[in-house]
């Protein structure tokens, strides 16, 4: 049986809104999940107040409370719930710029961030409001650095989830870090 398989079960029962499918999905993702999200904060500063764990919790939380619908198998559900990890990282950004305005941390280029994928390294708020510019441009590179960047994926795992071949994420990862260090270098 394709290991993927119980998880696409579960996500198209939570999809029909079927009791329990919520409790069955979790297990099955949940080390994906939190792997994405260690490799994504990394030994940065939002550890003291962001752990992985508790930013996977609040992903599947916000994605079972508020989108139980649409799911088109495992991988969808696995898309998403970057989605709502950057979302997360994002608002927690913002809050703490609101508290500290700006924080007085020296910030590392995109490209030095992203290529050793550090959150705290960057602007969270900037990058999030250049990315959606970039989804407007090209949606597959926003997803693309979505699934790198905030999902802490390899290539071959973006390559999968997004459907295409490891070549076009390197192409698109290539060309959206310099999209994006254009836009974020004028700022």
């Known amino acids: ?19 329990g499918a919520a409790a069955d999905l979790f297990p099955l993702v949940y080390e994906e999940l939190r792997r994405a999200a260690q490799r994504v904060l990394g030994g940065g500063a ?7 764990t508790a930013l ?16 088109e198998g495992r991988d969808h559900f696995v898309r ?16 703490r710029r609101s508290g500290k305005r ?10 030095e961030a992203v290529d050793s994928i550090e959150v705290d390294a960057i602007d969270l708020v900037a990058l999030d409001e250049a990315l959606g510019r ?4 090209d949606e597959r590179l926003a997803r693309t650095v979505e699934l790198r960047f905030f999902g802490g994926l390899t290539i071959e795992e973006t390559a999968r989830l997004l459907g295409v071949s490891t ?21």
């Open 46 to 52: 939002d550890r003291q107040t962001l752990q992985p």
């Open 134 to 137: 970039l989804a407007a441009h």
């Open 56 to 71: 996977v919790h609040e992903a599947y939380l916000r994605l079972v409370d508020h989108t139980l619908s649409g799911f």
């Open 167 to 187: 070549p076009t994420v390197e192409r698109d990862w290539r060309f959206a870090r310099s999209w994006l260090h254009e836009r974020l270098r004028t700022r």
């Open 80 to 95: 998403t719930a970057v989605r709502a990890m950057r979302q997360i990282l994002v608002d927690h950004a913002r809050a």
């Open 1 to 19: 049986m394709d290991e993927a398989r119980p998880a696409t079960d579960a996500v198209r029962r939570l999809t029909a809104g079927e009791a």
């Open 102 to 111: 700006g924080g007085g941390a020296a910030r590392l280029p995109l490209d």
